[in-house]
């Protein structure tokens, strides 16, 4: 009967370990399974937003392109091709498609609503942009000691759950803090003056800028950027980065921002780009500053210069400030 029992509860034994060895074999497989599941919902997924931005950053043309790259001004219409290229527009045209949409879009981002407003805002990108406010926390947070940095974060961090301004402000220190993609190098002059190519395109679409204007008003950045970068790849890179750093935004929308913007650069370095038929390099004329003469036309008059002076003053603001005063010369003299 011992014999048995030891036989019973020795079976018992196996059966136990029998059992727990095929639930084991079960939970594995599941797991398998799972991941496997994973692997395919995350390689299809990937696999449609790759064909949504391909179709998001596909390049259209006009059926006049054949000679887009011959003239001064393509190269400005090629600065902002990063947004034209996502409005869908013709990347040889210096207006973009649609009149009303981008009534709208520069109302709302940007609160133009009429041709004063639109001198104003390029007149701003022109002196400081966003590279002044990014520059001085930059350098502001990059040369902080680590104690600083902790007490910085501290007091940011309880602000954060409340204030999405304060929660871009903790992401960009924290980027800072860590130079994360070498942030505290990029000095946003790219950012700015592409979206200044964008404003004014968008303006003479909009009817706040004639085309004329629009054309000598995109090469007025062209010498700036080109002592700065040495080709579009080195300018489209610095933008991507600006604009990262601009939307100050982790997680998803960090992941989704950089696919989007990967994407767009691989993009506009193709061959069959507007960057691929512009030569960075090519001959530009210097602006006829028809900005100058828009200003003009509005009412506005040349600060006396010795209330004004030049020290300390933005390039352009001195420059634009001359042109005026040079006009109201030529004014009073003719």
Known sequence: ????????????????????????????VTVIRGRRRIAKARHEYQATQTQSLAEHHRIVWSAD???????????????????????????DRLRFRDAAEEREILAEAWGVIDRGSMLQTLYDLLLSGHRERFGAEIAQWGGASGAEMDSIEAGLRPIAEHSD????????????????????????????????????????????????????ILLMPAA???????????????????????????GDGERETDAHD????????????PWARVPWGMELPEPRMLFVD?????????????????????????????????????????
Do not use: K
């Open 65 to 91: 392109a054949a000679s887009f790259g011959s003239r001064p001004v393509d190269w400005g219409i090629a600065l902002g091709a990063p947004f034209a290229l996502c409005r869908h527009a013709e990347q």
């Open 165 to 216: 301004d304060a929660a871009e402000a903790l992401w960009r220190m924290r980027r800072v803090r860590a130079d994360d993609r070498g942030i505290r190098s990029v000095d946003f002059l790219a950012w700015d003056y592409v979206r200044f190519a964008m404003l004014a395109r968008s303006g003479a679409t909009a009817g706040y800028l004639s085309q004329a204007e629009a054309a000598d």
């Open 294 to 334: 828009a200003w003009w036309d509005l009412g506005v008059r040349a600060l006396d210069p010795e209330e004004y002076g030049d020290e300390g003053e933005p390039d352009w603001s001195w420059r634009i400030n001359e042109a005026l005063r040079r006009r109201e010369l030529a004014e009073r003299d003719g």
């Open 1 to 28: 009967m011992a014999e048995l029992s030891a036989l019973t509860g020795l079976s018992e034994d196996v059966l136990w370990v029998a059992l727990a060895a095929v639930f084991a074999i079960v939970i594995l």
């Open 262 to 273: 990967i994407h767009r650069q691989r993009t506009l370095m193709s061959a069959e780009s």
């Open 224 to 250: 700036e950027l080109r002592e700065h970068y040495g080709s579009w790849e080195e300018l489209g890179e610095s933008f991507r980065l600006g604009r990262w750093y601009w939307n100050s935004q982790g």
